[in-house]
């Protein structure tokens, strides 16, 4: 739970790519968790305890982040709300040019040959 390997691949920042890889990982576990409620609100209990079964897999069972993405796509009433909280009319264009920017920074870095999975 404590994610060991990830803090100190964070500390002694050896793997530049590797360290950003996991804390957008990290990120992501982060925010749906903190869907959860808004899941229980909008699909009951059964919606959010399948949500954090999904996130306790690899919070549980990995050292660091690393995987964490395909597990939170079972967490799918998760993105189902988050999806809808940012597609309000004053969000799109914001979201827009933060997917926009996202793209160009992934594209370049795998056009570098830099290690994003």
Known sequence: MLKRQYWWELTHFQHRSLVA???LQAILVVGVVAAVPWVVR???WGAGALVVCMV???ALGSRDFQGSGRYLLGAFPALIVVGER???RHL?????GVSAVVL???AAGFAH???LA
């Open 92 to 96: 799109t264009p914001w979201w827009c």
């Open 21 to 23: 890889t996991l804390t």
């Open 56 to 58: 306790l897999l690899p």
């Open 86 to 88: 940012l597609s309000q």
């Open 104 to 106: 160009a920074a992934l």
């Open 113 to 115: 040959g830099m290690y």
């Open 42 to 44: 909008r699909f009951g």
